[in-house]
């Protein structure tokens, strides 16, 4: 064989360097140990204990992409997705609620934001003093976010005043970054810019709990702006520039909530595997039936596919740079791994629960938790019709 084929460390690649694997065997004990304990908890208070944030900052797991300048940990994106899917793989509640910090607000702002917003507000969030959020679903405008918003920033003065409101924006009580349009608002959304507020401009606010949708920790709620001043000086990026900036965010997105999938379904597959060997029915275990054995087979193969998609894509998007995505081959492979591997998740998912038989419907099991938090890969980040029609889009092309 070619030597040169075998010796091409520049290209990207969807296998896991040693260093990698060893961050993730890292991760996975030290999450295992903190957070494993916490998910029947949280499914029946329906919040997250107030101590997780900060306990990830204090261990390096938040801005896991951001500079250590800024308090973050400087890690490479894939090496961001290893981490996320530990994380979910133990907590799908915790996992959730973290990439829709850590990639939707913290990496948006990192990318995005001037260095003056960037100190303001990337350390705290850093160090889980501050939890960030993304608004951007309206009460009418979901898969067609952009082209159907109503909420308007209108200039005054220093100030643009904000009115409007955010449906199922995840982590909803925190600074959050939302997105709005300038009045007048224009036929078409391409004047849609970036304002980053905080808790003290949200002058009414509604909460919406929702442990089937966001796995009990991420707490998804409606945020209403009435004559918001947000100062002109936290918008990020350049007025007018926000489409290229939420679909490029969006493919990181995508890319990321890849790995929260395939921790909940390798999660799944673990538990099944073990309950196979343990459960007793015909006076053996049912991992002794080859229906139970080609379930699993299943399970692991499904996995397999998605989790290489999903590694090869998290390598393409390594130094996206700002303004970059939202279009071409790294549009459509995102839309495609995300659209892969939430597939493979509800496939597991299924079969989890029908290997557990009728304790997989018993809402306190692990099981069911995960079948229930699960289902959200198919909606979030764009629904998987939508991710279709990215893919079909960009392959008609020309």
């Known amino acids: 064989m070619n030597e040169r084929l075998l010796n091409v460390p520049d290209l990207p690649t969807h296998y896991l360097t040693e260093e990698q694997q060893a961050l993730a065997d890292q991760a996975y ?18 919040d997250l204990p107030a101590w997780v944030f900060p306990k990830l900052g204090e261990m390096g797991y938040l801005g896991l992409n951001v500079s250590p300048e800024y308090g973050g940990a400087g890690l490479d994106f894939t090496s961001a997705c290893i981490i996320t899917e530990e994380l979910s793989r133990v907590s799908a509640a915790i996992g959730l609620s973290h990439v829709a910090h850590d990639n939707l607000c913290v990496n948006n702002i990192y990318r995005n934001a001037n260095d003056d917003l960037r100190r303001k507000y990337l350390p705290g969030l850093c160090d889980g003093s501050l939890i960030g959020a993304l608004g951007l679903t309206e009460p009418g405008a979901g898969s067609d ?38 009045r007048p608002r224009p036929k078409r959304a391409t004047r849609v810019s970036r304002l980053s507020s905080s808790r003290p401009t949200i002058l009414a606010s509604r909460w919406r709990r929702s442990s089937t949708r966001w796995g009990s920790a991420a707490r998804p ?37 890849c790995f929260n999938a395939m921790g909940i379904a390798r999660r799944a597959l673990e538990i099944s595997i073990d309950y196979a060997k343990t459960r007793q029915q015909f006076g053996k275990a049912i991992a002794n039936f080859q229906m139970a054995q080609a379930m699993l087979a299943e399970m692991y193969t499904a996995i397999e596919a998605a989790r290489s998609l999903s590694l090869r894509t998290a390598a393409m998007c390594e130094g996206l740079e700002q303004g970059e995505g939202g279009r071409g081959e790294i549009h459509k492979l995102t839309a495609a791994a995300i659209f892969k591997a939430a597939a493979a998740t509800s496939f597991v998912l299924d079969r989890a629960v029908q290997i557990h038989g009728g304790s997989g419907y018993m809402r306190d099991t692990e099981v069911n938790r995960l079948y229930r938090t699960g289902r959200v890969l198919e909606v979030g980040a764009g629904t998987q019709e939508v991710r279709k029609l990215i893919i079909s889009g960009e392959l008609l092309k020309n």
């Open 29 to 46: 004990k030290f999450f295992f140990s903190e957070f494993h304990h916490l998910n029947a908890e949280m499914d029946d208070t329906d």
């Open 145 to 182: 976010a952009l082209g159907s918003m109503r909420t308007t920033a209108r200039k005054d003065g220093d100030h643009y005043v904000l009115n409007g409101s955010r449906s199922s924006s995840p982590t909803a009580r925190s600074p959050i970054s939302c997105w709005s349009m300038p």
């Open 221 to 257: 709620g409606e945020l209403v702006f009435e004559d918001c001043r947000v100062p002109a000086a936290n918008m990020v990026g350049r007025l007018d520039g926000g489409v290229a900036v939420t679909m490029s965010g969006l493919d990181l997105e995508r890319a990321i909530v």
